[in-house]
């Protein structure tokens, strides 16, 4: 049974700061791409950061500079590191390990992130 299990979401003010954890259990953790998405309310679901077994990061405009994704294949996490944060950060946030070829394709139940004074 495959499980990924976001933890570290909140509430936190403007120019703040959260790292975001997600383990993983039932898949081989290191050959998978493992990623972030968010979805605000009203919104379509978008990528936020990437990141493939080799450790190549991408991602979306509105964070780069500002979030950095990295993973611990010894602990199966994968991690968010999201620094300066905006009121338009506020979403709620997806992890997601997929194959190199995403012929599967799996997702957590996600995390509410708030970012307000």
């Known amino acids: 049974q495959v499980q990924l299990v976001e933890s570290g979401g909140g509430l936190v003010q403007p120019g703040g700061s959260l790292r975001l954890s997600c383990a993983a259990s039932g898949i081989i953790f290191s050959i998978y791409t493992m990623g972030w998405y968010r979805q605000a309310p009203g919104k379509q679901r978008e990528l936020v950061a990437a990141i493939t077994r080799g450790s190549t990061t991408n991602y979306g405009d509105s964070v780069k500079g500002r979030f950095t994704i990295s993973r611990d294949n010894a602990k199966n996490t994968v991690y968010l590191q999201m620094n300066t944060l905006k009121p338009e950060d506020t979403a709620v946030y997806y992890c997601?390990?997929?194959?190199?070829?995403?012929?599967?394709?799996?997702w957590g139940q996600g995390t509410q992130v708030t970012v307000s004074s």
């Open positions: 997601n390990a997929q194959t190199p070829r995403a012929t599967l394709q799996y």
